[in-house]
């Protein structure tokens, strides 16, 4: 329906402008429907995160709050605009438009419907990944420029932290190149097209696709700075991070930049190992396709909330060890079940096989990482 | 030259002279990664997809990204005091005239540029994918293998010795 939409509209202008209408009108659609979809999944984080701390949430504005972030976002742009008199003014000022822009590039990838994808490119994944590693630029160059301690300690953490984890996230991808054999992202939706008896061939219902799908999300939450990797925010320890110098508008594209870099890496998730836009089940192939695209980011996003609410923060050593000794192995023997995958006959033995290693892998690994760990109750000396 | 050519090459030039001139390093660094990306641009104007986005993955998000940690974690980041030319930048300017001026010579005088300039393939990302895994699979192997033995030994130099007393 969209689809014929944009072909009407660059219809009604003259022939000549047509290479300019077209990549507009997908812009302008982009960046209308996620900043729409931020505004959305703040005030349903916020309710949802009310829910499971037992508190309210934003009840005030419009019926439910639901016009919440409307006035959140006036009051951004009404706000002063504050720049610490140290501050490297022009850094300062440029940071955070460097976050934001790569987190919408890194949108018009993604294949949201049957035909819609702003740009199909041969090498889509490698563009998601190179202007998603820009967004490291940006953090530092946003703690850096603030000239506040707190700022450059949020900075290095998250810099440590999005260094750290980008190699188990573009890891767990490459099994799904390895399978598909194209890094197209059109072409990775088409790979999982089609039904047998009514279940659909996601990837995430392979051994290797389970196992990637959840590294994947789990580097892609530390990617995105959410909790429970929430460490270069830290309120309780570092205030607010790199962004503790920013003020009104500043600030929300910060958040903004946040939101819109989760979005585009669940989209990616979905694309890889949800089956992009295709119907979960084959009876159901009759609702549009960007209806089940955005239906799965929700679920996706509703998923990380609920984590969020959920789980305490970890420690830096914490984090980092996970990464390396954890993450980092986890994903190269998943290559390794993606390569037998592809190179046995279909069957049960094949299943059998990769599941065999992926989860006989976790338990070993699991367990020579906690062997030389005293881990008992603690035991608080006041506190009880 | 189009008008993309120019204004990507003015950038990229602009951008490397600032990273050489600026007073503070951390400026340089950042005037240095926008030079890599305006590197990238161009590479991915010539339609070489692969190269550019690898030099903006490899050397935006890991190089600029490694010189900025070097530099806040050796010294201060403050700006240095005095001039940023060396006494010696006339002596250097006149060696790199001089190199520049027998590359170019050279690339002139060469037989390749005489050469049409062949149509871009297709699906290039895809050939070099297969050509690393079948052809160049020693190479490839050999360069990892370095790497690793790099990496073993950085982490080796900066561990701590626990049997110090």
């Given at each position: 329906?969209f689809?014929?939409?944009?072909?009407?509209?660059v219809g009604?202008?003259?022939?000549?402008?047509?290479?300019?209408?077209?990549?507009?009108?997908?812009?302008a659609?982009?960046?209308?429907?996620?900043?729409?979809?931020?505004?959305?999944?703040?005030?349903l984080?916020?309710?949802g995160?009310?829910?499971?701390?037992?508190r309210?949430?934003?009840?005030?504005?419009g019926p439910?709050?639901i016009?919440?972030p409307l006035?959140?976002?006036?009051?951004?742009?009404?706000?002063?605009?504050?720049v610490?008199?140290?501050?490297?003014?022009i850094?300062?000022?440029i940071?955070?438009?460097i976050?934001?822009?790569?987190?919408?590039?890194?949108?018009?990838?993604i294949?949201?419907g049957?035909?819609?994808?702003?740009?199909?490119?041969?090498?889509?994944?490698?563009?998601?990944?190179?202007?998603?590693?820009?967004?490291?630029?940006a953090?530092?160059?946003?703690?850096?420029?603030?000239?506040?301690?707190?700022?450059?300690?949020g900075?290095?953490?998250?810099?440590?932290q999005?260094?750290?984890?980008?190699?188990?996230?573009?890891?767990?991808?490459?099994?799904?190149?390895?399978?598909?054999?194209?890094?197209?992202?059109v072409t990775i939706?088409?790979?999982?097209?089609?039904?047998?008896?009514?279940?659909?061939?996601?990837?995430?219902?392979?051994?290797?696709?389970?196992?990637g799908?959840?590294?994947?999300?789990?580097?892609?939450?530390?990617?995105?700075?959410?909790s429970?990797?929430?460490?270069?925010?830290?309120?309780?320890?570092?205030?607010?991070?790199?962004?503790v110098?920013?003020?009104?508008?500043?600030?929300?594209l910060f958040?903004?930049?946040?939101?819109?870099?989760?979005f585009?890496v669940?989209?990616?998730?979905?694309?890889?190992f949800?089956?992009?836009?295709?119907?979960?089940?084959s009876?159901?192939?009759?609702?549009?396709?960007?209806?089940?695209f955005?239906?799965?980011?929700?679920?996706?996003?509703a998923?990380?909330?609920?984590v969020?609410?959920?789980?305490?923060?970890?420690?830096?050593d914490?984090l980092?060890?996970?990464?390396?000794?954890?993450?980092?192995p986890?994903?190269?023997?998943?290559?390794?079940?993606?390569?037998?995958?592809?190179f046995?006959?279909?069957?049960?033995?094949r299943?059998?096989?990769c599941?065999?290693?992926?989860?006989g892998?976790?338990?070993?690994?699991?367990?020579a990482?906690?062997?030389?760990k005293?881990?008992?109750?603690?035991?608080?000396?006041?506190?009880? | 030259m189009t008008?993309?050519?120019?204004?990507?090459?003015?950038?990229?030039?602009?951008?490397a002279?600032?990273?050489m001139?600026l007073r503070?390093?951390?400026?340089?660094?950042?005037?240095?990664?926008?030079?890599?990306?305006?590197?990238?641009a161009?590479?991915?104007?010539?339609?070489?997809?692969?190269?550019?986005?690898?030099q903006?993955?490899?050397?935006?998000g890991?190089v600029?990204?490694?010189?900025?940690?070097?530099?806040?974690?050796?010294?201060s980041?403050?700006p240095?005091?005095?001039?940023?030319f060396s006494?010696?930048?006339?002596?250097?300017v006149?060696?790199?005239?001089?190199?520049?001026?027998?590359?170019?010579?050279?690339?002139?005088?060469?037989?390749?540029?005489?050469?049409?300039?062949?149509?871009?393939?297709q699906?290039?990302?895809?050939?070099?994918?297969?050509?690393?895994?079948?052809?160049?699979v020693?190479?490839?192997?050999?360069?990892?293998?370095?790497?690793t033995?790099?990496?073993?030994?950085?982490?080796?130099?900066?561990?701590?010795e626990?049997?110090?007393?």
């Open positions: 329906m689809v014929s939409l944009k072909a009407f509209l009604l202008m003259p022939g000549s402008w047509e290479w300019i209408v077209r990549p507009i009108i997908s812009v659609a982009i960046i209308g429907t996620f900043a729409g979809l931020f505004a959305l999944t703040t005030v984080e916020r309710k995160l009310g829910r499971i701390q037992n309210y949430g934003p009840n005030r504005v439910f709050g016009l919440q006035a959140d976002g006036l009051k951004a742009m009404t706000k002063e605009d504050i610490p008199r140290a501050a490297d003014k850094v300062h000022f940071a955070p438009f976050l934001v822009v790569p987190a919408f590039l890194a949108l018009a990838v294949p949201v049957r035909n819609m994808a702003a740009i199909d490119i041969d090498a889509g994944v490698l563009f998601f990944f190179a202007v998603g590693a820009s967004t490291e630029m953090v530092f160059m946003a703690g850096w420029s603030s000239r506040n301690k707190y700022s450059l300690l900075a290095m953490r998250g810099i440590a999005m260094v750290s984890y980008e190699v188990p996230l573009i890891l767990s991808t490459v099994s799904v190149i390895m399978i598909v054999g194209s890094l197209s992202l939706v088409n790979a999982q097209a089609g039904y047998s008896w009514i279940l659909p061939h996601w990837f995430v219902l392979t051994p290797w696709g389970l196992a799908f959840i590294l994947f999300m789990i580097a892609a939450t530390a990617e995105s700075n959410r429970p990797f929430d460490l270069p925010e830290g309120e309780s320890e570092i205030i607010a991070g790199y962004y110098e920013y003020s009104g508008f500043k600030f929300a958040f903004l930049g946040e939101y819109i870099g989760m585009a669940n989209g990616m998730a979905i694309t890889l949800l089956g992009g836009w295709h119907a979960p089940l009876f159901l192939t009759w609702i549009p396709s960007y209806v089940w955005f239906g799965k980011l929700f679920c996706l996003v998923l990380l909330i609920w969020r609410g959920t789980l305490p923060r970890l420690r830096i914490q980092m060890n996970f990464a390396w000794k954890f993450m980092l986890m994903a190269l023997m998943n290559i390794l079940a993606a390569a037998i995958w592809y046995m006959p279909a069957g049960f033995v299943w059998a096989i599941l065999g290693l992926v989860i892998f976790y338990y070993v690994l699991g367990h990482l906690f062997a030389h005293n881990l008992t109750k603690r035991v608080y000396r006041y506190a009880e | 008008a993309g050519f120019a204004i990507l090459a003015l950038l990229t030039v602009a951008s002279v600032a990273a001139t503070n390093l951390v400026h340089c660094a950042l005037a240095l990664a926008v030079a890599f990306a305006g590197l990238a161009i590479y991915l104007q010539l339609s070489a997809q692969f190269v550019g986005f690898a903006i993955l490899v050397y935006v890991a600029a990204i490694l010189i900025v940690f070097a530099i806040l974690l050796t010294r980041g403050e240095v005091a005095g001039s940023v006494g010696s930048w006339i002596a250097g006149g060696i790199a005239a001089a190199v520049f001026a027998v590359l170019t010579a050279m690339i002139r005088s060469s037989r390749g540029l005489a050469r049409r300039i062949p149509e871009p393939p699906a290039a990302v895809r050939d070099i994918g297969d050509q690393m895994m079948s052809q160049y020693l190479p490839l192997e050999v360069v990892g293998l370095l790497l033995a790099a990496l073993i030994g950085a982490v080796l130099i900066a561990m701590r626990k049997d110090r007393p």
